[in-house]
């Protein structure tokens, strides 16, 4: 099976040139246009309003959900299991691959599609937020509904949903338990397949709770696990302090240098960069969308800015901790090293064996908080297109369990290529979307603003403020 899938099958080969032609000639471009587009119409409001995401991230974890019962997701438990799907493979293996790929460069392009893609998650996510619908215990939304009440698209609305149910709940869930696999069989020698098997195992019980115990084991997992791997990438950094005006100056020569453009190496570490970014932030991809309309909010704007400031957390938070622990220890340029076994390499060069130890129990929470997340926005895309049991059933099964394990058997390079070829359809479906709707998050941004500039504390939304498609919307009377 091994063999089959090896980097040189023809699977993976054909996986490799539908990707070259989606990001070469496509998704780059679109993606930076758009972020550009909507940083332009939204008055750059990733960075002027960077505050205001802070305070109603501050105010909605110490309050907790507005209201209990049916709508009892609160705003920060939305963000936790966003940020738990972002911050996952993509912020340690995601980067690695894209420095032993692309070079140091690569991180220059993951920052920057950070910064105009946090513009393109706003307006995916406030968009989410206003045609959202009633469900059964939560709130639920995404692409799929803006699509189809929005757009009023049925067949685009449908792809979507299936794109979602196989990027999100099958392809990228095998992303995540190759990377676990990987990391544990490295540090500790643990047998892949037992450890698919208890991931699997693990996912399940779990993700067959619902958004609810999603949301709560999201809520206390990810701030744990993000503010310890910041403390250990400050104390790498703080031993290189001497190092690290050197490290940066490499990124740029990367990102620039004459010697890229030359031989044709820039558009390599342009695309890595900007792969993996997705990969790692999803802005533009429609995938956090699904979880932030679940979230009660006053004003469809205030989960739009928490979602754009995910994106930050997610990228130039998470993701630049990996690049410097890489980057300081200088074996991005080793051809023995890739993918998870680079960033543990890499931090076993500073910390000596524990290091190995540490990225495992790392990617192990990272990973499996992705995993979980990435369940829900499969199956609640799944209920989009049918309310049928057995469907369902179906799909936790090769969701939760078959690509799970399935990640643990394949090689690294099939995992990725089959997940990148998934993530171009499903980011081209949805920026179509947001660029077509994308006038109603303006207006409800600006309508937030004038009531900030009046004094209120806490805007509020109605749908009569937008009467032409008062009857698309259903949860804001």
Known sequence: MNEFFAPDGWLNLTLEHINDFLWTYILIGALILCGLFFTWRTRFVQFRMIGEMVRLLGDSASTGPKDKGKKSI??????????????????????????????????????LIALIGSATAFVESTLAQLYKRKGERSFIGGPAYYILHGMHNKWMAALFAVLMALTFGLSYNSIQSNTICGAMNQAFGFDPIIVGIILAALGLIIAFGGIHRIANVSSVVVPFMAIGYFIIAVIIIGMNIDKVPHMFKVIFESAFGV???????????????????????????????????????????????????????????????????????????????????????????????????????????????????????GESNVLFLTRKRWILQVFRFFSGGVMVIFGALASLDLVWSLGDVCMALLTACNLIAIIFLGKYAFRLLNDYRAQKRQGIKDPTFSRDKLPEIADDIECWE
């Open 259 to 377: 010697g890229q453009f030359a031989g044709g190496a820039i558009g390599i570490t342009m695309m890595n960069g900007i792969k993996r970014g997705l990969f790692s932030n999803e802005a533009g991809e429609g995938s956090a969308p699904n979880v932030a309309a679940t979230a009660h909010v006053t004003h469809p704007v205030k989960q739009g800015l928490i979602q754009a400031l995910g994106v930050f957390t997610d990228t130039l938070l998470v993701c630049s901790c990996t690049a410097f622990i890489i980057l300081l220890s200088g074996l991005y340029n080793n051809p023995e090293y890739n993918g998870i076994n680079l960033t543990q390499g890499a931090l076993q060069s500073q910390i000596g064996n524990a290091g190995t130890i540490v990225v495992a129990v790392a990617i192990f929470f990272f990973a499996f908080s992705s995993i979980i997340g990435n369940y829900y926005y």
């Open 74 to 111: 609160s705003s920060f438990q939305a963000f936790a299991v966003s940020v738990a799907t972002r911050v996952g493979t993509g912020n340690l293996a995601g980067v690695a691959t894209a420095i032993a790929v692309g070079g140091p460069g690569s991180i220059f392009w993951m920052w």
